[in-house]
């Protein structure tokens, strides 16, 4: 089992409608989560940050936590063409000599006009 | 703010060769992370430094290695080069190295073994 799983897409959305993007993860133990946007031939971009189980939103993005499902998604409203490009899950472990960030393989979003 | 910065872009080495990456982080963070990007394995951690100490490693042969300098500067190294070490090479700093640090990345070295 990876450690963070995402569905790679493409998912294909209609200008206007609402993208739901969603991660899991394995280890219970997971403190911090992460969405980075990724256009092609770019390095990623954050896009949100959570730590709190529940919903977390930043203008036409929302993030969801849930702990106990070790689930993580991620909604964009009202969706643009520029939302196209690859969406990155990423999750915090941290403690004692385990500190990194590991990514899942992420998602590719098509908004189409 | 300046943002992180990585040197050089692009990079075409031989089979054999070494390279050295570099990677300036934002101003004030203390904490560079490394990452290798490549479209079958996605993301894959490096390593970590932070106040000129290696935290965390990943699962990589010793011929990846990396430094931190006092300035929180960081060069990552790759000996004995192999095709399979094509990629982009992502760097990321964050403030502190901690549970809830956010890690902001650079854009990146692409590194091409012929």
């Known amino acids: 089992q990876k450690e963070v799983e995402q569905n790679s897409g493409p998912l294909s959305v209609p200008e206007g409608a609402i993208a739901s993007l969603n991660c899991t993860y394995s280890?219970?133990?997971?403190?911090?989560f992460f969405w980075y946007r990724q256009y092609s031939g770019k390095s990623p971009e954050l896009i949100m940050s959570?730590?709190?189980?529940g919903d977390k939103e930043d203008g036409r993005f929302t993030a969801q936590l849930n702990k106990a499902s070790q689930y993580v998604s991620l909604l964009i409203r009202d969706s643009q063409p520029s939302d196209s490009a690859t969406y990155l899950c990423?999750?915090?472990?941290?403690?004692?000599?385990?500190?990194?960030?590991?990514f899942g393989t992420g998602t590719l979003l098509a908004v189409q006009p | 703010k300046a943002g992180v910065t990585q040197t050089p872009r692009y990079l075409i080495k031989t089979r054999g060769q070494q390279v050295t990456l570099s990677c300036s982080p934002i101003?004030?963070?203390?904490?560079v992370s490394w990452y290798q990007q490549t479209p079958g394995q996605g993301l894959q951690f490096l390593f970590e430094?932070?106040?000129?100490?290696?935290?965390n490693k990943g699962n990589f042969p010793g011929r990846f290695s990396g430094r931190q300098f006092s300035n929180s500067r960081s060069e990552m190294n790759v000996s004995t080069l192999e095709l399979g070490d094509s990629a982009l090479y992502l760097c990321?700093?964050?403030?502190?190295?901690?549970?809830?640090?956010?890690?902001?990345f650079g854009p990146g070295t692409r590194l091409t073994v012929l």
């Open positions: 101003s004030g963070h203390r904490s």
């Open positions: 430094y932070f106040s000129e100490t290696q935290r």
């Open positions: 990423a999750v915090g472990l941290y403690g004692g000599a385990t500190n990194k960030l590991i």
């Open positions: 959570i730590y709190s189980n």
């Open positions: 280890d219970r133990g997971s403190q911090s």
């Open positions: 990321a700093s964050g403030f502190i190295a901690g549970r809830t640090d956010t890690q902001y």
